[in-house]
């Protein structure tokens, strides 16, 4: 099968710094990964997508500036949360495609809490 | 993409069938249907897809009538680990557009003894 590493599980910062989530592709070449947030006993979010070597996409009301996302290569995206505040205490989740597959894999999850 | 919508919630005891249907109305032609199984604080993973018909693993079937317009996902025999969220998604493979990205708010199953 498919493994999405998703690092770190849990972080907690103070408001006013940053944050680096990453996102691996263990054992495929991802050209597309996809990031969500959930808030407590909610949906999945999406975020924004992610292509290799390309500027990501970001939904309506994401701020990019806030947000950002980096997919260098064909098996690791990151996510930086700058100057994080309460509000982003979220649970952020990264997915990745195949690219011929209708199918995601799924990261474990990151957990930030900003203090 | 297409809207879906699920029961938002649902209750078992151990060892029944459950059965969890979604509509989704306005699905398009290039659609596919997937599921995904989500515990807490855990990414969701992948439980089965289908375009038509009947499709089976080891975890699950999906079951889609002709028109499409809504699926039933049945867990046979469920045990108290099966207590998690589960989503229906309704995506567009042909356009690589992104799929099924839009998770709605899922049903939240609960197995009791």
């Known amino acids: 099968g498919a493994v999405v590493s998703q690092h770190p599980s849990r972080v907690i910062c103070k408001s006013g710094t940053s944050v680096k989530i990453e996102c691996r592709s263990l054992?495929?070449?991802?050209?597309?990964m996809f990031w969500y947030r959930q808030f407590p006993k909610q949906s999945l979010m999406l975020m924004a997508t992610?292509?290799?070597?390309?500027?990501?996409?970001?939904e309506q009301g994401v701020e990019k500036d806030k947000f950002l996302i980096n997919h260098a290569s064909l098996t690791l995206s990151t996510l930086t949360v700058t100057s994080a505040h309460p509000e982003d205490s979220s649970f952020y989740i990264c997915?990745?495609?195949?690219?011929?597959?209708?199918?995601?894999?799924f990261g474990s999850g990151t957990q930030l809490s900003v203090l | 993409l297409a809207k879906t919508t699920q029961p938002i919630s649902m209750d078992s005891y151990e060892g029944q069938e459950v059965n969890i249907t979604c509509s989704h109305n306005?699905?398009?032609?290039?659609?596919?249907i997937t599921w995904y199984q989500q515990f807490p604080s855990q990414g969701p993973r992948f439980i089965i897809q289908?375009?038509?018909t009947k499709v089976t693993n080891e975890v699950a079937s999906l079951f889609i009538p002709a028109d499409r317009k809504s699926s039933t996902l049945s867990l046979p025999r469920v045990s108290l680990s099966d207590t998690a969220v589960y989503y229906c998604?309704?995506?567009?493979?042909?356009?690589?557009?992104?799929?099924?990205?839009?998770f709605g708010k899922g049903t939240s199953l609960l197995v009791t003894p």
């Open positions: 997915s990745a495609s195949k690219g011929d597959m209708e199918k995601l894999f």
């Open positions: 054992d495929f070449q991802a050209t597309t």
């Open positions: 992610s292509n290799e070597g390309s500027k990501a996409t970001y």
């Open positions: 306005n699905i398009a032609t290039n659609d596919y």
């Open positions: 289908g375009y038509k």
């Open positions: 998604l309704v995506g567009d493979a042909v356009r690589n557009s992104g799929y099924a990205l839009n």
